[in-house]
């Protein structure tokens, strides 16, 4: 069975631009959340996708937003970049209703906002 | 919001010895779950717990939950140097939005030199 994908590995933007990150869900798996992890910190909770809306949302603000499609994959958005937006996102795919022990990690984004 | 304390934030082991971490919330959890994370690569589940007072191990490593459902902690018994990382606790609490981990900061866990 494929794991959890994401891309792009890095990517360095400027400050103002707008981003797009892409995961792929791992096999079998129908819900997708997406983490912020600044350096040196552990990962923080964005938001959750199943059935193509947002099921959770942590505390950040409406500039991040996100997509799901028919295939379970998912993007994350985020306008108007800012420095501190500079961090590893990580996309955990699951089966809707698992605990913590039903989520794969992907390897993350780097996104560095200069 | 919650938040987790996790101590030590980094250690340093010496091939063989037995090392521990330990995480606080200053809210209660139903599930506890510990994860290592390598370098450039997402987090993977080491242990998950799910009731208070559990003890569970995996290997070389052992996590309980607390009985108070506000802590738990790791132990890696003789350990190796592929240990070397960084582990992170998590708490889940059922139906919170987005069935959401809370993370703690890590322990970083190093190599004597």
């Known amino acids: 069975e494929t794991g959890v994908t994401q891309s792009p590995t890095h990517l360095i933007k400027t400050r103002g631009q707008q981003v797009t990150l892409r995961c792929s869900s791992q096999s079998g798996h129908n819900t997708v959340s997406w983490y912020q992890q600044a350096l040196g910190q552990g990962p923080q909770f964005i938001f959750q996708?199943?059935?193509?809306?947002?099921?959770g949302r942590g505390n950040f603000p409406p500039r991040f937003s996100g997509l799901q499609f028919p295939n379970y994959s998912s993007e994350l958005n985020v306008n108007a970049l800012e420095l501190d937006d500079s961090a590893l996102y990580l996309c955990?795919?699951?089966?809707?209703?698992?605990?913590?022990?039903?989520?794969?990690f992907g390897s993350g984004t780097r996104l560095t906002v200069v | 919001g919650q938040q987790l304390n996790q101590s030590p934030q980094s250690m340093f082991i010496q091939e063989g010895e037995d090392v521990s971490m330990n995480c606080t919330s200053s809210s209660i959890f139903n599930t506890w779950l510990w994860y290592k994370q390598d370098p450039g690569e997402g987090p993977v589940l080491l242990i998950a717990l799910y009731k208070a007072g559990e003890l569970t191990s995996n290997g070389r490593l052992t996590a309980q939950f607390g009985i108070t459902r506000k802590d738990s902690f790791l132990n890696i018994s003789a350990s190796i140097p592929s240990d070397v990382g960084i582990y992170f606790c998590?708490?889940?609490?059922?139906?919170?939005?987005?069935?959401?981990?809370?993370f703690g900061g890590g322990t970083r866990v190093l190599v004597k030199p």
């Open positions: 955990a795919s699951s089966l809707y209703g698992g605990g913590g022990y039903g989520y794969t």
């Open positions: 996708y199943y059935r193509e809306e947002e099921n």
């Open positions: 998590a708490g889940q609490l059922y139906k919170a939005a987005g069935n959401k981990l809370t």
